[in-house]
């Protein structure tokens, strides 16, 4: 089935958005703030609307991808009154308050709204790579789920319009915890001559392994308690001791190494070096920590 959809602001981003719209043969009517940039998308076969308030007048579901919220409140606030009764699906990056507050401000001039996350670059929309989150009433995303698949693999998280950008920043977390994992390593490993390409596997593998713990850890961490079966924070801390050693021999950066070690001992030192690693959770979880 073909549904129409709306897209406003064609960047980089939206104008993805709305080609894969196209391309899954949605009637798609686009909108940008500087009207040149619809030009490419109209010979493609969208419809051009004339301005904001035509583009909102086009269809129930309103794609929205511009830089950021602000943008939101600029090209959408002097139009309120066209809002009424349509989904507004915000795809612009944020954070978990701002997606709540703009729920709540879609909500007070009668539309619904689902907040996303799109955790892809350009050139993967419309293709099963690109992971799209969206958070709001699930009848919101049902309703129009077949419309947004076309823009990748799509799921919805839950009724609270911050989970997208919650899940979104905790992915960045991962993301980058594993690269400055892999980079001490291969940092380390160049002082002996080793290049990052021959390290690189070895890297995937223990990256893989550590990933398949997870859901056991998360258990742990779901009931509060945290037995230690298969090594002790105790016997992690030796570990973490000749990772520091290792980097200062090597003179290699340290910056990594003592921070894993800081946060295990202070765990140590509150009396939970017998208990696993997930332990830690509790340091992570108070905001009085550094
Ligand atoms: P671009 O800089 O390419 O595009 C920004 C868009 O926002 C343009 O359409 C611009 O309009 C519009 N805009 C900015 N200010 C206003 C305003 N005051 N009123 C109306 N329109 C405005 O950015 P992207 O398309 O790359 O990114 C868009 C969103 O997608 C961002 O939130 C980004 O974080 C997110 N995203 C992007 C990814 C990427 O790889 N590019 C990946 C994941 C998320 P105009 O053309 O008139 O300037």
């Given at each position: 089935v073909s549904n129409s959809v709306t897209v406003l602001g064609l960047g980089l981003m939206g104008r993805?958005?709305?080609r894969a719209f196209l391309k899954a043969g949605h009637p798609t009517t686009v909108w940008n703030r500087t009207a040149s940039k619809t030009d490419a998308l109209v010979a493609d076969g969208a419809h051009r609307a004339e301005s904001i308030v035509d583009a909102l007048r086009a269809g129930t579901l309103v794609?929205?991808?511009?830089?950021?919220?602000?943008?939101?409140?600029?090209?959408?606030?002097?139009?309120?009154?066209?809002?009424?009764?349509?989904?507004?699906?915000?795809?612009?990056?944020?954070?978990?308050?701002?997606a709540r507050e703009t729920a709540a401000w879609a909500n007070n001039h009668?539309?619904?709204?689902?907040d996303g996350a799109i955790?892809?670059?350009?050139?993967?929309i419309g293709t099963a790579e690109a992971v799209i989150l969206h958070?709001?009433?699930q009848s919101d995303f049902e309703s129009h789920e077949a419309t947004l698949s076309a823009l990748g693999t799509v799921s919805h998280l839950g009724a609270d319009h911050g989970l997208a950008s919650l899940y979104d920043v905790a992915g960045l977390a991962m993301m980058w915890s594993v690269l400055n994992a892999w980079l001490q390593g291969t940092a380390m490993l160049r002082t002996a001559g080793v290049n990052a390409a021959t390290y690189a596997p070895f890297a995937q593998q223990i990256a893989n392994v550590v990933a398949e713990w997870l859901p056991r850890y998360a258990e742990q961490v779901d009931s509060g308690s945290f037995p230690a079966e298969v090594s002790s924070l105790e016997t992690d801390i030796a570990a973490m001791e000749h990772l520091l050693a290792e980097s200062q021999a090597a003179g290699v950066?340290?910056?990594?190494p003592r921070l894993?070690?800081?946060?295990?001992?202070?765990?140590?030192?509150?009396?939970r070096g017998r208990e696993q690693y997930p332990v830690l959770i509790e340091e992570f979880s108070r905001s009085s920590r550094p």
């Open positions: 993805a958005l709305a794609v929205v991808c511009v830089s950021d919220y602000a943008a939101i409140h600029q090209a959408l606030d002097p139009h309120v009154e066209h809002l009424d009764g349509r989904l507004l699906v915000n795809l612009t990056s944020g954070d978990s308050r701002l009668g539309a619904h709204y689902l955790m892809a670059v350009p050139p993967a958070s709001g009433p950066s340290t910056e990594l894993i070690k800081t946060i295990a001992d202070r765990a140590v030192a509150a009396g």
